[in-house]
């Protein structure tokens, strides 16, 4: 990616642009989300609304008071789906400094639902009259225009009809209810939505209006979760440990209730939403990471994630969704996903993913081993069998016996591991590496599968020797098929530069080692595919100046010459991705590594206010106390939220545990 526009594209001030997300305010429960600015209010902002799935129902949103200006002085999350807006109603108030007059405005969000309770409170000695309006603008712009910076013109599919006390917008399958007990409920030559409350204000009381929106589409692929996720009760601190530990997963863990979702045929199985606002919906190796790290505290999300990604594993070969057997998938829509500028078109239901796979085996093995029932591992176990069988016979598209990816449609992603960006995967002079591509971090994952895949087999009904499954799937077959990856690793992966020796990022199409500094090798640590040296080596790095910044570890390498503190993959932190790296140096008994590494995720915590978004600036700790934002990350983001509880089952190995009341 260039760092310098084109000149036509400077000039181009009208070009959309991403929304920024640093500033905005968010309450939610997935499929639904509300974003607003500080004041509460909608419209202000583009990527301001009322979403529900991949739909923004509602563009503009306002509170206004006929006889005074609002102005707003506190603003208050309670949790992932309220928030408590403060101001001041001061042209009613008397002359004196105190302000008597209050107006508190309280949001909840739940699944399909949005209300909001607006409370006049009083102080003076007399009677107050006011006039409260809400302005509402129905929108039904696609999540994908609003992210690309396409949404804005008015819908002129939207229909409005008004009942006492109700308004109802409809544009296709999509529909919201507004209800307002009380208020005078009209519509506007502009097609926005009025509702008009007179309050009177006892003296030294209160007095409340109250609305609510019902959302409808018909065209959802998921949908909420019921009840509470049981893991956000299991989170026990070990005495004496870091009290901002506590606060970060107490924001946390809300998070990840709140970011639940099951699909139509299924709703008792559950599954963590990638993240807002963009990624409400199934992502395979992200609710699988989500899962993985969230297992000290919850086996049964890891459980109910394996399923559901289980009954939607590939059967068959097909090169427009890059399905093939066994396959497990990368993302589910409702409708295609164009990428603007990128030419990228990914169908609704996209397999291009090389890791999902391997993943899901490692789960597997790994929720089975943190107590998962085994029946309801052995229902797993044909699902187990086609994901080894992809891992053997089509992870590796030219025949080098490493795991692999390419798009071959030219409308896919270009690259398919979790560094997904055009331009993630670089040699150290910035040259852009050419497919098919190798990952460094998919071998670790692929090793690790095959020997947990082993284990599994092994322990339900396919003991050594015996004939129940094919000559590949046999354990020791599969170890012995791990053993050679290992050692075809070791012979050509390992690069030397100036940054010293390390593993490359990746091999390329003529099977070079691409030679950049990232953080992918951290995810090598705890797979067993290193040996103990190596993974110290790897660890030391890690934590050396050119990739730690203080906040978490880079993506790239400050030696490197792509390296940019703002790119998205090229020299930014991702929590998950630190995380990651935490939880093999977990594994791999590197424990004063993994210490070292929780600290800077605990010092990002705290200067993101304990919700960590999808990823921040590469920027060293030692130039700002807090980590800049990269202002279109998504938050909450599930696996930033679960790195949480990878950082608690560091404090409780190196603590005695004990429950904090």
């Given at each position: 990616m260039s760092l310098t526009p084109e000149p036509e594209r400077a000039a181009d001030r009208t070009a959309p642009l991403q929304p920024l997300l640093s500033d905005a305010v968010i309450a939610l429960r997935a499929p639904t989300q509300v974003w607003s600015g500080r004041?509460?209010?909608?419209?202000?902002?583009?990527?301001?609304?009322?979403?529900?799935?991949?739909?923004?129902?509602?563009?503009?949103?306002?509170?206004?008071?006929?006889?005074?200006?609002?102005?707003?002085?506190?603003?208050?999350?309670?949790?992932?789906?309220?928030?408590?807006?403060?101001?001041?109603?001061?042209?009613?108030?008397?002359?004196?400094?105190?302000?008597?007059?209050?107006?508190?405005?309280?949001?909840?969000?739940?699944d399909g639902e949005v209300a909001e309770t607006w409370t006049v409170a009083s102080h003076l000695p007399e009677a107050v009259r006011v006039t409260l309006r809400l302005r509402l603008r129905p929108d039904f712009a696609t999540l994908h225009d609003v992210k690309a910076g396409l949404a804005g013109a008015a819908n002129p599919d939207v229909a409005v009809t008004v009942a006492p006390g109700s308004a109802t917008a409809s544009a296709g399958p999509r529909s919201f209810t507004l209800t307002a007990d009380g208020a005078t409920v009209t519509t506007t030559a502009g097609g926005e939505v009025e509702a008009v409350w007179p309050l009177d204000v006892p003296p030294g009381g209160e007095a409340e209006a109250a609305w609510s929106l019902a959302l409808h589409d018909g065209s959802l692929v998921v949908r909420g979760a019921a009840g509470t996720w049981p893991g956000a009760g299991r989170a026990d601190l070990p005495a004496g440990a870091d009290p901002r530990l506590g606060r970060w997963l107490a924001t946390a863990l809300d998070d990840l209730d709140a970011l639940r979702l099951t699909l139509p045929d299924h709703p008792d199985d559950d599954f963590f939403a990638a993240g807002a606002p963009w990624f409400f919906t199934l992502f395979g190796r992200d609710a699988l990471w989500a899962a993985r790290l969230a297992l000290p505290v919850d086996t049964g999300a890891a459980a109910s994630t394996l399923r559901v990604l289980a009954r939607l594993q590939g059967t068959t070969h097909d090169v427009e969704t890059a399905r093939e057997p066994g396959k497990i998938l990368h993302e589910l829509r409702a409708t295609p996903l164009a990428i603007p500028h990128d030419d990228v078109v990914l169908p609704p239901l996209y397999y291009g993913s090389v890791d999902s796979t391997p993943l899901w085996v490692c789960l597997l093995a790994d929720a089975w081993r943190a107590g998962m029932p085994d029946a309801e591992v052995a229902a797993l176990l044909p699902a187990l069998r086609g994901a080894l069988t992809w891992l053997l016979e089509h992870g590796d598209s030219d025949g080098d016996g490493f795991l692999d990816y390419i798009d071959r449609t030219g409308r896919g992603l270009a690259n398919q591991g979790w560094k997904d960006s055009g331009d993630s995967i670089q040699w150290r002079d910035g040259t852009l590496a050419e497919g098919p591509i190798a990952l460094c971090e998919v071998q670790g994952y692929a090793y690790e599968a095959a020997l947990a895949g082993a284990d599994l087999l092994e322990a339900f009904g396919s003991p050594e020797p015996g004939p129940k499954e094919p000559g590949p799937l046999r354990p020791a077959a599969l170890r012995a098929w791990a053993r050679d990856l290992r050692a075809r690793f070791a012979r050509t992966y390992w690069v030397e530069t100036p940054e010293g020796r390390y593993p490359a990022v990746a091999l390329d199409r003529h099977k070079r080692p691409v030679d950049t500094l990232t953080s992918n090798i951290g995810h090598l640590i705890g797979t067993g595919i290193l040996d103990p040296a190596e993974e110290l080596h790897v660890a030391d790095l890690l934590l050396g100046p050119t990739m730690s910044t203080g906040f978490g570890i880079r993506t790239m390498s400050t030696g490197a010459a792509g390296y940019w503190p703002l790119s998205y993959h090229g020299g930014s932190v991702w929590t998950h991705d630190t995380a990651i790296v935490?939880?093999?140096?977990?594994?791999?008994?590197?424990?004063?590594?993994?210490?070292?590494?929780?600290?800077?995720?605990?010092?990002?915590?705290?200067?993101?206010?304990?919700?960590?978004?999808?990823?921040?600036?590469?920027?060293?700790?030692?130039?700002?106390?807090?980590?800049?934002?990269?202002?279109?990350?998504?938050?909450?983001?599930?696996?930033?939220?679960?790195?949480?509880?990878?950082s608690l089952a560091v404090a409780r190995a190196a603590r005695t545990p004990a429950v904090v009341g």
């Amino acid at each position: 990616m260039s760092l310098t526009p084109e000149p036509e594209r400077a000039a181009d001030r009208t070009a959309p642009l991403q929304p920024l997300l640093s500033d905005a305010v968010i309450a939610l429960r997935a499929p639904t989300q509300v974003w607003s600015g500080r004041d509460g209010d909608l419209g202000g902002a583009p990527v301001d609304g009322v979403y529900h799935g991949d739909v923004r129902h509602v563009s503009g949103l306002t509170c206004e008071c006929a006889e005074s200006p609002v102005e707003y002085i506190s603003l208050a999350p309670e949790g992932a789906s309220r928030v408590v807006f403060g101001g001041l109603l001061r042209a009613v108030d008397d002359d004196q400094p105190d302000p008597k007059v209050r107006l508190v405005r309280d949001r909840r969000v739940a699944d399909g639902e949005v209300a909001e309770t607006w409370t006049v409170a009083s102080h003076l000695p007399e009677a107050v009259r006011v006039t409260l309006r809400l302005r509402l603008r129905p929108d039904f712009a696609t999540l994908h225009d609003v992210k690309a910076g396409l949404a804005g013109a008015a819908n002129p599919d939207v229909a409005v009809t008004v009942a006492p006390g109700s308004a109802t917008a409809s544009a296709g399958p999509r529909s919201f209810t507004l209800t307002a007990d009380g208020a005078t409920v009209t519509t506007t030559a502009g097609g926005e939505v009025e509702a008009v409350w007179p309050l009177d204000v006892p003296p030294g009381g209160e007095a409340e209006a109250a609305w609510s929106l019902a959302l409808h589409d018909g065209s959802l692929v998921v949908r909420g979760a019921a009840g509470t996720w049981p893991g956000a009760g299991r989170a026990d601190l070990p005495a004496g440990a870091d009290p901002r530990l506590g606060r970060w997963l107490a924001t946390a863990l809300d998070d990840l209730d709140a970011l639940r979702l099951t699909l139509p045929d299924h709703p008792d199985d559950d599954f963590f939403a990638a993240g807002a606002p963009w990624f409400f919906t199934l992502f395979g190796r992200d609710a699988l990471w989500a899962a993985r790290l969230a297992l000290p505290v919850d086996t049964g999300a890891a459980a109910s994630t394996l399923r559901v990604l289980a009954r939607l594993q590939g059967t068959t070969h097909d090169v427009e969704t890059a399905r093939e057997p066994g396959k497990i998938l990368h993302e589910l829509r409702a409708t295609p996903l164009a990428i603007p500028h990128d030419d990228v078109v990914l169908p609704p239901l996209y397999y291009g993913s090389v890791d999902s796979t391997p993943l899901w085996v490692c789960l597997l093995a790994d929720a089975w081993r943190a107590g998962m029932p085994d029946a309801e591992v052995a229902a797993l176990l044909p699902a187990l069998r086609g994901a080894l069988t992809w891992l053997l016979e089509h992870g590796d598209s030219d025949g080098d016996g490493f795991l692999d990816y390419i798009d071959r449609t030219g409308r896919g992603l270009a690259n398919q591991g979790w560094k997904d960006s055009g331009d993630s995967i670089q040699w150290r002079d910035g040259t852009l590496a050419e497919g098919p591509i190798a990952l460094c971090e998919v071998q670790g994952y692929a090793y690790e599968a095959a020997l947990a895949g082993a284990d599994l087999l092994e322990a339900f009904g396919s003991p050594e020797p015996g004939p129940k499954e094919p000559g590949p799937l046999r354990p020791a077959a599969l170890r012995a098929w791990a053993r050679d990856l290992r050692a075809r690793f070791a012979r050509t992966y390992w690069v030397e530069t100036p940054e010293g020796r390390y593993p490359a990022v990746a091999l390329d199409r003529h099977k070079r080692p691409v030679d950049t500094l990232t953080s992918n090798i951290g995810h090598l640590i705890g797979t067993g595919i290193l040996d103990p040296a190596e993974e110290l080596h790897v660890a030391d790095l890690l934590l050396g100046p050119t990739m730690s910044t203080g906040f978490g570890i880079r993506t790239m390498s400050t030696g490197a010459a792509g390296y940019w503190p703002l790119s998205y993959h090229g020299g930014s932190v991702w929590t998950h991705d630190t995380a990651i790296v935490v939880h093999g140096m977990h594994r791999a008994g590197r424990a004063e590594h993994a210490a070292r590494t929780v600290d800077g995720l605990l010092a990002a915590a705290e200067g993101f206010g304990y919700r960590v978004p999808e990823l921040h600036s590469g920027d060293p700790a030692t130039r700002a106390g807090v980590p800049t934002p990269y202002p279109a990350a998504c938050r909450p983001q599930a696996w930033s939220a679960a790195a949480a509880i990878t950082s608690l089952a560091v404090a409780r190995a190196a603590r005695t545990p004990a429950v904090v009341g």
